[in-house]
């Protein structure tokens, strides 16, 4: 019977495969079809087998790890996801996917073809060779390697399409291509899944292992990586840091030198996946010293283990170095391709990484706090274990926040983090096994927790209906009443996963900690989707960076602005500091009204508002301006001034690049 339910489950497994490569057909008629109904009852199938054939048919004392059971059926919920509702190639998945497509359809990395293909070709930095001939790409070559067999296998899935009179695209373009290699992605993510939860059984309990490998798949951005955009690296990323944690952990107390060999060809390909994977050499770096300390006669032996392990991760690298070599003519970049300043190790966001509401990690992903906080008694309880953790904790939090784009895009939630997706499973392991013990301690504690999200609700109906946000005597949607509520919050404390950031944020600039949410990762002209310089101050909702001292939207000549009230400021948020001109559309009730602008509390200038719109110009030197949020209070004499809007305009633009000022 067991023989009988394993040539089962392959031939289910197999058909499946099938049918998620081609996005439909399958060779067996299972199911009732390949739709959605027949798909379904595939994996309804799949779960009975695996579960009567590892739990029913195995003596107790011989079943498999109950843990990897339950991940293996999330699994299979996945995988409908996956077909019904995920994507496939968007975003920068696409530069990830043409180096796949170009190596092993045109066997180059001459991107001409794909860039074309994907209408990219014009756009300002892909239009222009490089020196060697070839088009310039920003992003890393190590997914295309290790999604490879996937691609071979969309190939032969569409070739035996073809050889059985079906209609398939062989172009490297097409869907069984494209779905393989998002198959893979999602297989990568769950293989990191599975390591994760392999390297805490050796160290937690089988709950503790379990739930913190649930937490980092499923109340992280790697699901979404998983299943949404799946062409993109941070999947693959995952695992490559996974598998070299693992091997790191397996045999950290006695490693050998063929270990050290291992291990650096593992974390070598895991800086082909994302260069910042590098930071994990830090690990085999602090045990060698570590051994060293302890047995200085053995340097030599030491020194050998050292250079395996650094020649084996320039092995284990050199599909990217052979890449840069082919496109920019050098093995090792000086810069990243980004920029000379994407990187700037002395430039950190550090409460925009960690807490904005542009994808800033703690704010997106609170569950990350769990992990952060479970590093506290991780290093008390397991100080062997937890203390070189913390190092590639620190050093990658560090890197990303030192990043040109610190919300990384397009983003879910701050994917940069992905190289540190494993180091936080010890983190939310070692913060479950606490609670659980503090729990057992108290277990009355259980009653309290369970009270606590029934009371906020009823606190949150009550602040409603005092302020007439819902009837005292009719019915109500329930989006009505949970929006309420969160507004109710909002404008109390402001978003509380952004604390204490935006609490911060309330303290220094004297507002409404709401505001952080909303203000805090724009920028007038820094790097993609900034606001070109421009400042709104009379469109309705359009109030992110208005200070105290705006009067309500009028309108004068039908034109729309805010009146001044004594002293009105607004936020205006640099990168840098450097020259501005800053052009203001005003016009008084009077004659004249004298408007002073004062920036950061330097006196930058006086305009002459009149009865008419006209535009003032004001330019304030670099020494008067701070990174980050600048203010900019407008203080009228006596008499009514109304303002449209602030255009700031960079005096040093370089070429190319806009000075922020719009055309009216």
């Known amino acids: ?210 739930g913190a490998a649930l937490l980092a798949w499923g109340a992280t951005f790697l699901h979404w990586y998983m299943v949404q955009q ?58 060698l010293l570590g051994r060293l300390r302890r047995a200085p006669r053995d340097l030599p032996r030491f020194a050998l283990c050292g250079v395996l392990l650094l020649a084996a991760t320039a092995v284990g690298a050199i599909p990217q170095m052979a890449a840069w070599k082919a496109l920019y003519d050098e093995w090792v970049l000086r810069y990243p391709p980004h920029g000379t300043d994407f990187l700037r190790l002395d430039h950190p966001f550090v409460l925009e990484t960690l807490f904005s509401s542009r994808h800033g990690l703690l704010s997106w992903t609170p569950a990350v706090w769990a992990a952060y906080l479970g590093f506290l008694p991780l290093v008390r309880r397991r100080p062997s274990l937890g203390w070189p953790l913390v190092v590639p904790l620190a050093l990658m939090t560090y890197v990303n926040m030192c990043s040109g784009d610190w919300w990384a895009g397009g983003s879910f939630s701050n994917r940069r983090f992905d190289s540190l997706l494993p180091v936080f499973a010890f983190g939310f392991a070692a913060g479950l ?30 602040e409603q209906t ?5 009837p005292r005597d009719d019915t109500v949607e329930f989006p009505r009443l949970a929006g309420n509520t969160a507004r109710v919050v909002s404008e109390a404390v402001g978003f509380p996963t952004t ?64 009146r001044v009230r004594g002293r009105a400021r607004l936020f205006a948020p640099l990168d840098v500091p450097e020259e501005l001109e800053i052009r203001f559309r005003a016009v008084s009730f009077e004659d004249v009204a004298e408007v002073r602008v004062e920036v ?17 110009r004001l330019r304030v030197p670099a020494v008067a301006w701070r990174r980050e949020l600048n203010d900019v209070v407008l203080v009228a004499a006596p008499g009514v001034v109304v303002v449209d809007a602030a255009d700031f305009g960079r005096i040093l633009a370089g070429p190319g690049e806009s000075r922020g000022f719009r055309e009216r």
Request: hydrophobic content about 45%.
């Open 466 to 470: 005092r302020r007439g946000f819902i």
């Open 499 to 562: 604390w204490p950031a935006s609490l911060v944020f309330a303290w220094r600039h004297g507002r409404p900690p709401s505001q952080y949410d909303l203000l805090v990762g724009k920028y007038l002209f820094y790097r993609q989707n900034n606001m070109g310089g421009h400042v709104e101050v009379g469109v309705p909702g359009d109030d992110a960076l208005l200070g105290e001292g705006w009067g309500p939207i009028e309108t004068r000549e039908g034109v729309a602005g805010r």
């Open 230 to 287: 799946p062409t993109m690296s941070h999947a693959v990323s995952a695992f490559g840091a996974a598998l070299g944690l693992f091997l790191w952990e397996r045999d950290r107390e006695a490693r050998r030198p063929w270990g050290y060999l291992v291990l650096g060809l593992a974390l070598g390909l895991a800086m082909c996946l994302r260069w910042q994977n590098g930071v994990l050499l830090a690990l085999p770096g602090l045990e």
């Open 1 to 210: 019977m067991r023989r009988g339910l394993d040539a089962a489950i392959g031939l289910l497994a197999l058909d499946l495969l099938v049918i998620l490569v081609t996005g439909a057909a399958s060779p067996l008629a299972l199911g009732g079809g390949t739709g959605s109904w027949g798909f379904a009852g595939r994996l309804t199938l799949l779960a009975l087998a695996v579960v009567f054939r590892f739990r029913v048919l195995v003596p107790r004392e011989r079943r498999a790890n109950g843990g990897r059971l339950v991940l293996l059926l999330l699994l299979l919920p996945t995988l409908a996801q996956f077909q019904y509702g995920g994507g496939r190639i968007n975003g920068d998945g696409v530069m990830y996917y043409v180096y796949v497509r170009s190596l092993w359809k045109d066997l180059d990395l001459d991107f001409t073809n794909e860039y074309t293909h994907y209408e990219l070709i014009r756009r300002s930095d892909l239009a222009v060779p490089t020196k060697t001939g070839l088009r310039r790409s920003i992003f890393s070559i190590g997914p295309a390697v290790v999604w490879t067999p996937f691609f071979w296998l969309g190939e032969a899935v569409a070739r035996t399409q073809t050889a059985v009179g079906a209609d398939a695209d062989l172009s490297g373009y097409g869907p069984c291509h494209r779905n393989a290699v998002a198959l893979g992605s999602l297989l990568y993510g769950f293989a990191t899944v599975l390591l994760v939860h392999a390297l805490l059984r050796r160290h937690f309990t089988e709950g503790a292992a379990l």
């Open 433 to 462: 096994e606490w609670a659980h013990r503090r729990l057992r301690a108290n277990p009355r504690a259980v009653l309290g927790l369970v009270a606590v999200p029934f009371v906020l609700w009823n606190v949150g109906l009550a």
């Open 600 to 616: 950061n509390g330097r006196d930058a200038g006086r305009f002459a508002a009149t009865r008419t719109w006209a535009e003032h």
